[in-house]
């Protein structure tokens, strides 16, 4: 069973928190967590790509000239895909990319991401993100004390207004609820920060 160090804002060590075996110590799947990846960033695509087909074109659609006797290549329409302003053949239409990803692997890439993160250090637990004020600069202080230099990613339970107002607009800091964090979210960060109580809901809910 994974044991790790539970430390306030000031970055001073206030406790441990003993993790669950089946999900901060699962194997690392990299086939899931490709699959993972792929799933959440399929649909962020926003499908909007159109080309226009030759009923989009601007064009008449009257017969350009008699189909015998001139000597040239039968014509029906001067929107034709053979001539040049013509219509697009096959071209991308509007669609929608996403698709539904078994639960089971979600969960297992999961799971992977945490054990991942865990086992490189680069995951903190904090007491609570019991942030005194909303000021983005305090907040910045505080990242720093912890280590978060770069891209962090934070995993909160509950309503938190100072932590989302003192986050919002820092770059490469993403805060997500712990009922929405996707593997993605932990692959895309180099430094995962949970509370206390996120480290214990995930614990539970994984297993």
Same mark, same amino acid.
């Given at each position: 069973?994974?044991? @790790?160090?539970?430390?306030?804002?000031?970055?001073?060590?206030?406790?441990?928190?003993?993790?669950?075996?089946? @999900? +901060?110590?699962?194997?690392?799947?990299?086939?899931?967590?490709?699959?993972?990846?792929?799933?959440?960033?399929?649909?962020?695509?926003?499908?909007?790509?159109?080309?226009?087909?030759?009923?989009?074109?601007?064009?008449?659609?009257?017969?350009?000239?008699?189909?015998?006797?001139?000597?040239?290549?039968? $014509?029906?329409?001067?929107?034709?895909?053979?001539?040049?302003?013509?219509g697009t053949i096959h071209g991308p239409q509007p669609r929608d990319y996403s698709y539904r990803l078994p639960r089971k692997m979600l969960l297992g890439a999961l799971r992977a991401a945490l054990s991942g993160r865990l086992g490189e250090g680069r995951l903190t637990v @904090?007491?609570? +993100?019991?942030?005194?004020?909303?000021?983005?600069?305090? +907040?910045?202080? @505080?990242?720093?004390?912890?280590?978060?230099?770069? /891209? $962090?990613?934070?995993?909160?339970?509950?309503?938190? %207004?100072?932590?989302? !107002? /003192?986050? !919002?607009?820092?770059?490469?800091?993403?805060?997500? %609820?712990? !009922?929405?964090?996707?593997?993605?979210?932990?692959?895309?960060?180099?430094?995962?920060?949970?509370?206390?109580?996120?480290?214990?809901?995930?614990?539970?809910?994984?297993?």
């Amino acid at each position: 069973m994974p044991t @790790v160090e539970v430390v306030n804002l000031e970055n001073e060590v206030v406790g441990k928190l003993d993790l669950a075996d089946e @999900v +901060f110590s699962a194997p690392v799947h990299e086939a899931l967590l490709y699959e993972a990846v792929r799933h959440y960033r399929a649909g962020l695509r926003r499908g909007t790509h159109k080309t226009k087909e030759r009923g989009s074109v601007s064009g008449s659609g009257r017969k350009l000239w008699r189909q015998k006797g001139t000597g040239r290549a039968r $014509v029906g329409s001067i929107r034709s895909p053979l001539w040049r302003h013509g219509g697009t053949i096959h071209g991308p239409q509007p669609r929608d990319y996403s698709y539904r990803l078994p639960r089971k692997m979600l969960l297992g890439a999961l799971r992977a991401a945490l054990s991942g993160r865990l086992g490189e250090g680069r995951l903190t637990v @904090v007491k609570s +993100f019991d942030v005194s004020t909303n000021k983005t600069k305090e +907040f910045r202080r @505080v990242l720093d004390r912890l280590g978060a230099s770069r /891209s $962090v990613l934070l995993v909160n339970n509950g309503d938190n %207004p100072n932590l989302e !107002r /003192s986050s !919002r607009n820092l770059a490469g800091v993403t805060l997500v %609820p712990s !009922r929405e964090v996707h593997p993605y979210h932990l692959l895309d960060h180099e430094r995962v920060i949970l509370s206390e109580e996120t480290a214990q809901k995930l614990s539970e809910a994984l297993r």
